[in-house]
């Protein structure tokens, strides 16, 4: 059985500019009001019969969105990025642009990329880990990162 989650209305959002360098139109730093959707696949069990409570799930993923909001989103693990400096202020290089930003203003992601399909990735990955601690019998977790309404990336993470 599955639940459901969207986004926009359960208020799953964050705020975030970010960059895909060396892309023609998104190179540059610029923004996104997010939504995370979220499908929850599993047995259901427990005391009430839930797959997994609502109210889990929303915690978990608002947990993350809020780690992210207000952020300039960077992607640790990018070919394209190279940090002279990680302390504050961070310093990095995209071919011949220097960047210097404040560190608080900045979050690192242990990523590629800040694309809407490695950020559903993440947030995939954060919400099936810290539910797998809770409930064995999770099947699946996907997750669509909306950059916009009608425009998002989904990713499953699937029990192995």
Known sequence: MKIVINGIHANLRFAS??????????????????HVDVIVDGERGGEFGFVVDFKTVKGIVRKTCKKLDHKLLLPKNSKELIFKSTDDPLEFYIGPKEYKIPREDCYMLPLPSTSAEDLAEY????????????NSDIK?????VNEGIGQGAYFTKTAE
Do not use: N, R, T
Request: proline share 3%.
């Open 123 to 134: 947030f995939a990955e954060e919400l099936f880990q810290a539910l797998a601690q809770e």
């Open 140 to 144: 699946s977790v996907e997750i669509c």
């Open 17 to 34: 500019a970010h960059m895909i360098p060396c892309h023609e139109f998104c190179g540059g730093i610029h923004g996104h009001s997010y």
